[in-house]
């Protein structure tokens, strides 16, 4: 009903026309407008008139201007970074303990037997080729399918343009030759380089050959690719078993004050370094607070990492394998793990370095890695996502596509095997050709986003030389005690390492962001702008709506009046004379002379003069709008 | 009326462009006026209000009102060049930096044989006299005679004493002689705690070569700090005498210095590093410095992928007085900087595999005027001697050798020459080891102004770096990579490398996350206004366009009214002197005008009916008719209750 009674009410403004003229709505609109400007185009005189109408201009369009700018930045998502530093009682970090050799040779002797000695027999080749030497071969025969999978060469660059290629087994003499050469003394430069061979096929033609400018890293990346091989066939239990047990690594622990042992470690078979032991992980119970600073109050670790078990050729260097993580989040030690050497007490003091940030759309984070279109292998390990995580996943998925088989070094998806010599023949060379590609790398780089929340401990490293000589005796005794429950010395200096890790006396840093401009600040600044130049507020802005509207009232009308004002004009062709004009008509209605066919009887003179009567009130209430009266006829003006 | 033609030009324009004063009288009338019309708040409630109480309430608000917003505003102000500092995390391929890597012992000792021999000489016998031992069987102690004859020009230019007490008289160890010191007693090590045990100081006088009378007595607690200090001075004596190129041969070369290298996966060569001659490290080496034009960089984290080197350390053949550790120095850092080796450098244990874990930061700073930062360094006065980047190490540098070539006429040999200098030398400037001192004692004291000059640079990069150490080679894999190595360096065979003369290193990024701190301007422009723009709206609702009013009242209004004051006051007084002097008394009173009667009343009404159709009114009225009502109310209210003789001027002509 009301929507009806609407309708006929805009109906009847529409045929009554507009109520004012585009001039008399601007000037009632500048009069009673709350902005600043306007009024005084008004009110002051025509000089005045012009620099007022001229400065609300120029206000209007710097207002309009800045307002772009603001909402710009706002659409730019920048942030502020708060910094704030103390100390606070605090999760104590995981710590990862690996040994840097991951198998006790005593245990995985069996499985390296023929490698080891391809190895040394190809060594002694190398390095004293005297033909008496290579005669006298007390070996037994040595594996050499081992040796055709993935060849160690030497390459002759005597003639630098056309290098010559020997295999190591089947000739001596230019190896003789080489010796040769050097024998001599001279100063000249090596002409021999030691090369691995990569075939996509055991005997096909398309291989490559890999430079190494020293021997020492061609033998350790050739027993690498060829115990790598050997390993991917032995199942993970086999694998735990025959790496270094906890009980054996970690031969005393203390956190605080409270005594702790190898049972609260959580072990963790790491392709690297085999098994390693962390604390405080946080996997099934609650994390560990420290609410101290210092030394006394941290975790102190006494490990044995067994040096004269050490496989030769995998690993030359000595000692205990550590990080510092967050809970349930993967230990990546090649990345972030740090040595800690034998026979020496190793102090860490430790900064929570902390990065919290905002995701989308102030930065591109993610927060637990569910929108990376990487499938996260080391979610197996029930750990959270990270950066390093997402790129091994995105490399292991690569190598298996490209390969059809996974890296050990990397964690499976389900189905897939590891890559090994038997299965996978050309795998090696597979495995080099994607790890060298840039632009698989670059794959990866684009695909993995970083974490929202990065934490980093910042590590204060001092060593010190441990146990001293006068302690020694002692220590070294009551600790092959307590391991063998032997009175003899089992254990030496090449295998003992202390570690102290604990929280500094500034424990954390950390950077947190904020929206630099929120909708709030955004509508202040639009507020503060609109103020500052106009004195303007939302409600100016629903005046100037509204006038706009009434604006296009007046045109409609106009336009429908208009559009009646022609078809009046078609229609006046019938008649020729003109239409009465309101005035004619009101003069026919008010026309004294007018008098009734039945008066004209009347004698004229006969006619009474009026009787005297009210005069009419000369009451400016009964004033009719003209406007109201002409009607139509009004945009003839 | 005949005027003239300039007149009815003028006249012309009054009334086309109507010139009008201000409306108001007086001030007070313009005061209220403008209380009543103007656009901030608070000043019409001091108009409006009734009651003094309340008038002066509103009147100490508004006034409150406008402190705030000045006080506010200023605040803004003061605040406006302030910066907010914001962290950026970005994971990308990361630009590998330059690693330069040095021994520590700067020349080959049997090399530099040549040079040094008098002078080992001369110190071995010096520890021989003094501390009674000798060094090998075979030195036999010779007389004092002969020691006296032979040439000791290294102790008369300065000689080594020891100081019995405090008593300034001192011990010369060369000729067991006493005598009496004179001079400023500085001391290097700051040892006066120990001054009860006084037999142990040693030290040396350095004297004014022209003034004898002038010296400086240099004293070390302990002998080992003076006899090294000691053999340093005159060893750069000597060194400043030998020509670079000479220099780069005695020292180590790449093959010398580089067993193996590997970077990324792939083999690396001394192609690879780029040749770098430092006065006091000798010849060192930089990967990756970006001479070639290529700068390599990671894109994988993880100490595989890094820079992986064994270094040989050649022990034996290390000067036993000039350096007492072994191992290589290495320092992590940009391609354009200059690596201050000597100041920030990392030491590497031989026998052992040292990884650095590196995390880069880059930092940038605002300059002028948020902070006293140097983009480029282009605004230092102080010429870069260094042919990189600008850094304020850099220019603390060269603040100093500049210094010292004014004042001591030659340059310090430990820093790079500027034009047309060389480095002191003994024979040339026998004064510049006095004058180096006296000059270092003031630059360490900030009495040259270098620290006042030199500014940091607003952007810099950082590797922070997390060293560990872990045994290398390992128990049972010493044997075969001792071997191996050996091949490698293309040694006879049956001579084995010792571990202890080699340095296993690893440079990688722990993460490919670059932490980017940089400053932001907090304020911009928009800002500030806006900021203005809330705080006169809040207090206020007052604009920029209040602010033209508040000028055009308060400033050109008030003052054309007190000038028309004046010129009133001034026009008065003299027509009342012509009219004193004529007596013509020219009295023209406006007549007061009431109600209907009033001119102002006119009838602006739009037309009544009746006028409108311009009926004619009733014939015949005798009957007489209301008069129309003589309210006053209909009167229209002029702006101003008077109207001053020339604002209405324009209206009567």
New interface residues.
Partial sequence: MNLKKYFIRALHRLQKGPGYTYKELLVWYCDNTNTHGPKRIIKEGPKKKFIWFFLTLLFASLVFWQWGILINTYLSYNVTSSLSIGFKTMKFPAVTVCNANPFKYSEVKHLLKDLDRLIEAALERILQPTPGNSSENVYPPLNMELWHQIPLVLIDEHDKDNPNILDIFESNQPAVGNQTVEGNGTTEEKKYKLAVKLCSHQGSDNCTYRNFSSAAQAVSEWYVLQFTSILAKVPLQDRIRMGYQAEDMILACLYGAEPCNYKNFTQIYHPDHGNCYIFNWGMDEEALNSSNPGAEFGLKLILDISQQDYIPYLSSAAGARLMLHQQKSFPFLKDQGIYAMAGTETSIGVLVDELERMGYPYSDCTVNGSDVPVKNLYSQYNTSYSIQACLRSCFQNHMIETCGCGHYMFPLPEGVNYCNNEDNPGWAYCYSSLRSSIRDRQICIDSCKETCNDTQYKMTISMADWPSEASEDWIFHILSYERDMSTNVTLDRNGIIKLNIYFQEYNYRTISESAATTIVWLLSNLGGQFGFWMGGSVLCLIEFGEIIIDSLWITVIHVISWCKGLKQKRAQVRYPDAPPTVSELVEAHTNLGFQPEDAGTLPRDEALPPEPGTPPPNYDSLRVQPLDVLGPDSDAE | AAMAPGKKITARIKRT????GPQAPTLSELMRWYCL?T?THGCRRIVVSRGRLRRFIWILLTLSAVGLILWQCAELLINYYSA??????Q???LPFPAVTICNINPYKYSAMKDYLSELDKETKKALETFYGFSEGKSKVRRSVDEWNSTASDFFKQIPLLHFEDFSRTATDLRSGRKRKIEGSVFHKDSSIVNSGDSSDIIGFQLCDANNSSECALYTFSSGVNAIQEWYKLHYMNIMAQIPLETKEKLSYSADDLL????FD?????KRHFTRFHHPLHGNCYTFNSGESGTVLST??????YGL?V?LYIDEADYNPFLVTSTGAKIIVHDQNEYPFIEDIGTEIETA??T?I?M?FTRSCKLSKPYSDCTETGADIPVENLYNKSYSLQICLHSCFQKAMVDSCGCAQYAQPLPAGAEYCNYKKNPNWMYCYYKLHEKFVKEQLGCQQICKDACSFKEW?L????????????E???L???S??K?Q??NKKLNKTDLA?LMVFY????E?FISE?PAN?L??L??????Q??LWM??????V?EIVEVFFIDSLSIVMRRQWQKAKKWWNNRKRDRSGNPAQASDPESQGHDNPACIDE??????T??R?PL??G?P?P??P?PNYSTLRLEAAFTEQLPDTLEVGQH
């Fill in positions: 462009l109507p010139v009008r019309n656009n907010s500092v914001s962290v950026t995390v994971f990308q391929k067993l193996t290298c590997f996966g792939l083999s690396c060569d894109s994988t984290a993880g100490s595989e992986q064994v052992a595999a990884s874990g995390h922070a997390t060293t560990s150490i872990a045994q290398w080679p390992s128990a049972v894999s044997d075969w990579m071997r191996v190595l091949w490698d293309g006879k065979i296993n722990k993460d490919l996350n932490r932001n911009t928009v800002t206004l806006s900021n203005f723009g809330g006169l709206g609702s007052c604009s920029v366009v209040c033209i009404d739009l037309p009544t009916f009746n409108a159709l009926l009733p014939q009225s009957l008719r209301t129309p």
